[in-house]
């Protein structure tokens, strides 16, 4: 027996499956037959064309097959979805507005962190490694109006790529807070730069990765959720300049206008980095 425990794919996806299921599955009964049918039968011809084009065979078929079951068994959905699927349907969704650009959520987020404020510090361990940011903004709408009482949830991985609640020994709010806009829509947030995050290897989709000689990685990022009365929901993260993977993030997530831009301080860095809302 040892006193940590390694981070497993198995049990980091189980617990991404188990958080879907309970905060997010609402089932397809609103959907309209016509709709499932359409996009059933598109996705599937699609799978068809490509097989007749490269001619698959039957041992590649069963490959899929094979490694289609170890997805489910590995809990990887949310990782397999989010990593290859989700940026398109951010894209689609998100195509018409005039504010902030988002980016995917991607499989680790948790709703209600701990309340902070305005201004202070995410959860984290005493001397949490990594070093420290200071971030400064404000949430403002299309408008031009600041909004006061916004929310700005934040989660990230620390300094391992580790997540909270998503891998073994970490406590459980871990680098995860809500902060709520001052009257003027500021907020300040202390917290440390994440490392960049290595999705899981030994799963189904770190199989895929190998099998396919591509890499694993996502670069450095913090993850955010800003939320006003009467506004859109914004999804986002944000990114730091000079990460090898910025150009090459597994999840194809990053868009230029998520790059910050942080300067050295007394103790640690600061970033400045504004939120504007586009109005429901
Ligand atoms: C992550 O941390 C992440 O943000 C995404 C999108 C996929 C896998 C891990
Ligand atoms: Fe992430």
Same mark, same amino acid.
């Given at each position: ?225 800003? %939320? #006003?009365?009467?506004? /859109? @929901? +914004? ?8 990460? $090898?993977?910025?150009?090459? =993030?597994?999840? %194809? #997530?990053?868009?230029? /206008? @998520? +790059? ?8 640690? $860095?600061?970033?400045?980095? =504004? ?6």
């Amino acid at each position: 027996m040892t006193a940590t425990h390694s981070p497993t794919a198995a049990a980091s996806g189980a617990n991404a499956t188990e958080r879907f299921k309970s905060d997010k599955f609402a089932g397809v009964a609103g959907t309209p037959k016509e709709r499932v049918s359409l996009l059933a039968r598109e996705v599937l011809e699609a799978v068809h064309a490509t097989i007749r084009k490269h001619k698959v065979t039957y041992e590649e078929y069963n490959a899929l097959k094979s490694w289609l079951i170890s997805v489910g068994e590995d809990g990887e959905w949310p990782l397999f979805l989010d990593v290859w699927v989700e940026h398109v349907v951010e894209d689609v969704a998100t195509g018409h507005r005039k504010g902030n650009k988002g980016t995917i959520e991607g499989p680790y987020y948790v709703p209600d962190a701990p309340e902070q404020g305005a201004r202070g510090s995410v959860p984290s361990r005493e001397n949490e490694p990594g070093t420290p940011l200071t971030w400064t903004g404000q949430v403002t709408s299309t408008t031009g109006a600041a909004l006061a009482g916004a929310k700005v949830e934040l989660w990230h991985a620390d300094a391992d790529g580790l997540y909270s609640q998503f891998a073994p020994d970490i406590p459980e709010w871990n680098l995860r807070g809500t902060f709520t806009t001052d009257d003027e829509g500021r907020f300040e947030i202390r917290t440390v730069r994440p490392a960049p995050y290595q999705i899981p290897t030994d799963g189904a989709c770190g199989k895929l990765i190998a099998a396919a000689g591509w890499h694993a990685w996502r670069p450095a990022h913090l993850h955010v959720k800003v %939320s #006003a009365p009467g506004h /859109e @929901l +914004l999804t986002a993260q944000l990114y730091f300049p000079g990460d $090898e993977h910025n150009d090459d =993030d597994i999840a %194809s #997530a990053v868009k230029p /206008e @998520l +790059l910050l831009d942080p300067r050295p301080a007394d103790n640690g $860095e600061t970033i400045e980095y =504004d939120f504007v809302l586009d109005p429901a």
